[in-house]
Nanobody
């Protein structure tokens, strides 16, 4: 079992930056994939960025070059650095983790069994 707790959300103006953090608790040794997802009102939850156990990263096209996912295994933490934020980045952001075993894209929400409660990001124009 894994417990995930996000923090770092907030309100910023377009062009600004935020850094999201996800504290990972529980049985972390066998986690294969970790990711950040977001969900705006009335829209489906979408993958933003993911990282696997060997550090390979994946990004949604809409955030490439602006967002960076990273992890600190010593601190059991996952991060999402978000730069050049746009109003369309406004959403609830969720941290996710999984032990693997299914052949799905790391940005596919169906890959993940463990989710945090989310942190709100609001970008104003």
């Amino acid at each position: 079992q894994v417990q995930l707790v996000e923090s770092g959300g907030g309100s910023v103006q377009a062009g600004g930056s935020l850094r999201l953090s996800c504290a990972v608790h529980g049985y972390t040794h066998s986690i294969i994939y970790m990711g950040w997802f977001r969900q705006a009102p009335g829209k489906e939850r979408e993958g933003v960025a993911a990282i696997d156990y060997d550090g390979t990263t994946s990004y949604a096209e809409s955030v490439k070059g602006r967002f960076t996912i990273s992890q600190d295994n010593a601190k059991n933490a996952l991060y999402l650095q978000m730069n050049s934020l746009k109003p369309e980045d406004t959403a609830m952001y969720y941290c996710a983790a999984d032990y693997g075993g299914r052949y799905l894209s790391p940005l596919n929400r169906n890959l993940y069994n463990y989710w945090g409660q989310g942190t709100q990001v609001t970008v104003s124009s």
